[in-house]
Nanobody
Framework: QAQLTESGGGSVEVGGSLRLSCAGTKDTFRSTCMAWFRQAPGKEREGVATIDTDVATDYSRSVAGRFTISKDNAKNILYLEMNNLSPEDTAIYYC????????????????????????WGQGTQVTVSS
């Protein structure tokens, strides 16, 4: 059974940066697609970024140009580098990986298909103060 654990959340000033980490297992990192989601207060959970086995990345329009998703397969760690943060980025951030052994489309469409992701972390809080 694969597990994901987020870390690196905290408080940051507007315009600041923060790097989130997601520790998984060798099995989890065999997934065809991994992603970061977030849920802000009073909002539905939304996809933020995805990365596939070819290390191709995609981002939601709200974070494109500011966030960078990457992964280290050797260490089984997924990262999300967040730059130029704004209060609108305040949310609980979750990492996720698609079901093992099944083809799963990555990219922006995957962000709208949470059922494709079979492995989730508990989430880490990111607070951006103005």
């Amino acid at each position: 059974q694969a597990q994901l654990t987020e870390s690196g959340g905290g408080s940051v000033e507007v315009g600041g940066s923060l790097r989130l980490s997601c520790a998984g297992t060798k099995d989890t990192f065999r997934s065809t697609c991994m992603a970061w989601f977030r849920q802000a207060p009073g909002k539905e959970r939304e996809g933020v970024a995805t990365i596939d086995t070819d290390v191709a990345t995609d981002y939601s329009r709200s974070v494109a140009g500011r966030f960078t998703i990457s992964k280290d397969n050797a260490k089984n760690i997924l990262y999300l580098e967040m730059n130029n943060l704004s209060p609108e980025d305040t949310a609980i951030y979750y990492c996720a990986a698609t079901w093992l052994g099944l083809f799963s489309e990555c990219g922006v469409p995957a962000m709208k298909t949470e059922a494709s992701f079979g492995y989730w972390g508990q989430g880490t809080q990111v607070t951006v103060s103005s």
